[in-house]
């Protein structure tokens, strides 16, 4: 609570003194010589009244007694007229204020000056007590002086105005003396300073001038200590420099690299809002309009549909602190312009994450084209054994109703003549010439493979009764059974006997139902080829 007062004062001294360092320092000096030149001015006038007092009472008490055999006369005989005359004598002495003189208890006279006799509180006295002239042990009187105040204040402040004058000018010269000596030895050194660190400094500036006189004081140890850390400084700045040059011209190289590279770059904070991209980038996702800072990376229009799935993504490698990849089929309006990339989250730090984006759709087609041809016959472009049995199971897994599914066990007769009498030639395009001949046999969704050699396979998708399955059968058998007229001008005959073996049980496997259509087919062999038998069905 007492500091509260004096910081209050040092703030206020602080907005008002002056902004030089030369000026405050004189003013402080100044200020502070005159608050102890009046403390040193009140301390000596109180000392100088209560000597001047100790010296009246002194002088008023030896005045006293140069009227005491007079005194003892008046107070014996009781004689007011001479008692006047004492009075009126001590009374022409400016120190005495008031006098009076007293016989037996009574007063014999009494006078006192305007200021005396207005005064209300308690008065400085001089009591003298008289004796009788002929017993000095009898007391017949006593002789009162009152001191002069106004006298002992003139007489006081007499002295003190001599006093405060000798501390005036002494105060003055001291202070004159200290200011002078302060902005000689110190002020104007650091002023010089303060201006030669405001001048415009290159790295070839001279190094500051230590002042002379001060090589080996505190001034001099600060140049030194400046000159120290402006060449630290200048050190640091060229290092900066050189640095920051460096920099500039690392990221020109990076950023021509990444403005130049197919691979699509995006950094995102954790929340995966878009912090920067590249410009491949924005080509790879083809989107519509370039994204702006904040976007939702997951929730841009080519990747909305998988939101989820990159948010899961995200999330992992954040947590996981790893990279995750996945593929990501971008939505296209075609078949022929399907597009597919390859995204790689990646974690930069605790706070950032790198995606990486790379177009696979090359990759794609081609791992789609080699699957493909290992689902096909190369022969005839139909389905082999294995794209029939991954078919099958795609049409079980997705749930086929009983009774819309039927399988065509399709075996050719005298095939093996044909390969005899008119070579392998020939045979491959009568095995090509039945593959056409089936397909247009069949609706566009069946499905139509070759198994092996000479055993084709077809699948009849919601066909219904059981019939309808044989009447395909039977046209299927019919056009087989018409001559083939070859490229090379010969002619091939050959037949057809078909196995067809429905699905009426939710329980019929794809083996199930291919062994029965075989079991079937080779029933329709043994009754004299060139047949369609139906195998019998399981329990509905």
Same mark, same amino acid.
């Given at each position: 609570?007492?500091?509260? $007062?004096?910081?209050?004062?040092?703030?206020?001294?602080?907005?008002?003194?002056?902004?030089?360092?030369?000026?405050?320092?004189?003013?402080?000096?100044?200020?502070?010589?005159?608050?102890?030149?009046?403390?040193?001015?009140?301390?000596?006038?109180?000392?100088?009244?209560?000597?001047?007092?100790?010296?009246?009472?002194?002088?008023?008490?030896?005045?006293?007694?140069?009227?005491?055999?007079?005194?003892?006369?008046?107070?014996?005989?009781?004689?007011?007229?001479?008692?006047?005359?004492?009075?009126?004598?001590?009374?022409?002495?400016?120190?005495?204020?008031?006098?009076?003189?007293?016989?037996?208890?009574?007063?014999?006279?009494?006078?006192?000056?305007?200021?005396?006799?207005?005064?209300?509180?308690?008065?400085?006295?001089?009591?003298?007590?008289?004796?009788?002239?002929?017993?000095?042990?009898?007391?017949?009187?006593?002789?009162?002086?009152?001191?002069?105040?106004?006298?002992?204040?003139?007489?006081?402040?007499?002295?003190?105005?001599?006093?405060?004058?000798?501390?005036?000018?002494?105060?003055?010269?001291?202070?004159?003396?200290?200011?002078?000596?302060?902005?000689?030895?110190?002020?104007? $050194?650091?002023?010089?300073?303060?201006?030669?660190?405001?001048?415009?400094?290159?790295?070839?500036?001279?190094?500051?001038?230590? !002042?002379?006189?001060?090589?080996?004081?505190?001034?001099?140890?600060?140049?030194?200590?400046?000159?120290?850390?402006?060449?630290?400084?200048?050190?640091? +700045?060229?290092?900066?420099?050189?640095? /920051?040059?460096?920099?500039?011209?690392?990221?020109?190289?990076?950023?021509?690299?990444?403005?130049?590279?197919?691979?699509?770059?995006?950094?995102?904070?954790?929340?995966?809002?878009?912090?920067?991209?590249?410009?491949?980038?924005?080509?790879?996702?083809?989107?519509?309009?370039? !994204?702006?800072?904040?976007?939702?990376?997951? /929730?841009? $229009?080519?990747?909305?549909?998988?939101?989820?799935?990159?948010?899961?993504?995200?999330?992992?490698?954040?947590?996981?602190?790893?990279?995750?990849?996945?593929?990501?089929?971008?939505?296209?309006?075609?078949?022929?312009?399907?597009?597919?990339?390859?995204?790689?989250?990646?974690?930069?730090?605790?706070?950032?994450?790198?995606?990486?984006?790379?177009?696979?759709?090359? /990759?794609?087609?081609?791992?789609?084209?080699?699957?493909?041809?290992?689902?096909?016959?190369?022969?005839? &472009?139909?389905?082999?054994?294995?794209?029939?049995?991954?078919?099958?199971?795609?049409?079980?897994?997705?749930?086929?109703?009983?009774?819309?599914?039927?399988?065509?066990?399709?075996?050719?007769?005298?095939?093996?003549?044909?390969?005899?009498?008119?070579?392998?030639?020939?045979?491959?395009?009568?095995?090509?010439?039945?593959?056409?001949?089936?397909?247009?046999?069949?609706?566009?969704?069946?499905? +139509?493979?070759?198994?092996?050699?000479?055993?084709?396979?077809?699948?009849?998708?919601?066909?219904?009764?059981?019939?309808?399955?044989?009447?395909?059968?039977?046209?299927?058998?019919?056009?087989?059974?018409?001559?083939? /007229?070859?490229?090379? &001008?010969?002619?091939?005959?050959?037949?057809?006997?078909?196995?067809?073996?429905?699905?009426?049980?939710?329980?019929?496997?794809?083996?199930?139902?291919?062994?029965?259509?075989?079991?079937?087919?080779?029933?329709?062999?043994?009754? &004299?080829?060139?047949? +369609?038998?139906?195998?019998?069905?399981?329990?509905?």
């Amino acid at each position: 609570m007492i500091w509260a $007062p004096i910081d209050s004062l040092r703030r206020l001294a602080a907005r008002t003194a002056p902004r030089s360092l030369v000026l405050r320092a004189t003013a402080l000096i100044f200020a502070l010589a005159l608050l102890l030149g009046l403390a040193f001015a009140l301390v000596s006038a109180r000392i100088v009244e209560r000597r001047e007092n100790t010296r009246l009472v002194n002088q008023l008490q030896q005045l006293v007694l140069t009227v005491e055999n007079t005194a003892e006369i008046a107070c014996y005989l009781h004689d007011q007229t001479l008692a006047r005359e004492i009075a009126t004598g001590l009374m022409k002495t400016d120190a005495v204020g008031g006098v009076r003189i007293s016989a037996g208890g009574v007063p014999l006279y009494q006078s006192y000056r305007g200021t005396v006799a207005a005064a209300r509180g308690p008065l400085t006295k001089i009591v003298q007590t008289i004796h009788s002239p002929f017993d000095a042990h009898s007391t017949v009187g006593t002789v009162t002086l009152y001191l002069s105040h106004a006298h002992l204040w003139a007489r006081a402040w007499s002295f003190t105005r001599f006093v405060l004058a000798i501390l005036a000018a002494e105060v003055l010269v001291i202070s004159a003396g200290t200011a002078l000596v302060v902005f000689v030895v110190v002020t104007d $050194p650091i002023k010089r300073l303060s201006v030669e660190l405001h001048r415009p400094r290159t790295s070839d500036s001279p190094a500051l001038k230590v !002042p002379s006189g001060n090589e080996a004081d505190e001034l001099g140890q600060l140049v030194t200590d400046v000159n120290t850390l402006l060449s630290n400084l200048d050190s640091l +700045v060229s290092a900066e420099r050189t640095l /920051r040059i460096q920099h500039e011209l690392s990221d020109r190289k990076l950023r021509l690299v990444l403005n130049q590279t197919e691979l699509g770059l995006v950094i995102m904070d954790t929340q995966g809002k878009l912090q920067s991209w590249n410009p491949a980038f924005v080509r790879l996702l083809a989107l519509e309009r370039e !994204p702006h800072e904040g976007d939702l990376f997951s /929730r841009l $229009p080519p990747l909305a549909q998988r939101t989820l799935q990159i948010d899961n993504m995200l999330r992992c490698a954040l947590l996981g602190a790893q990279a995750y990849e996945a593929d990501l089929e971008l939505p296209q309006q075609s078949e022929a312009s399907r597009r597919w990339v390859e995204l790689s989250v990646n974690p930069l730090g605790p706070d950032q994450l790198l995606g990486v984006v790379h177009d696979i759709t090359e /990759r794609k087609r081609s791992v789609a084209a080699a699957e493909a041809l290992a689902m096909r016959d190369a022969l005839t &472009g139909l389905l082999n054994r294995r794209g029939l049995d991954e078919a099958l199971v795609r049409l079980f897994a997705g749930g086929a109703e009983p009774g819309t599914l039927a399988l065509l066990a399709i075996d050719l007769d005298w095939f093996k003549e044909v390969n005899d009498t008119l070579g392998h030639a020939a045979g491959d395009e009568v095995l090509r010439r039945v593959g056409r001949v089936i397909e247009s046999a069949v609706r566009a969704g069946d499905i +139509v493979a070759r198994i092996g050699g000479d055993e084709f396979v077809t699948v009849l998708l919601g066909v219904g009764h059981v019939h309808r399955a044989g009447k395909i059968a039977d046209d299927i058998v019919a056009r087989l059974a018409a001559p083939l /007229r070859l490229e090379s &001008g010969s002619w091939a005959h050959i037949g057809a006997s078909i196995g067809v073996a429905q699905a009426y049980a939710s329980e019929d496997s794809p083996a199930a139902l291919l062994r029965r259509a075989d079991t079937a087919m080779y029933t329709a062999k043994q009754t &004299g080829r060139g047949r +369609v038998c139906v195998a019998p069905t399981t329990a509905v």
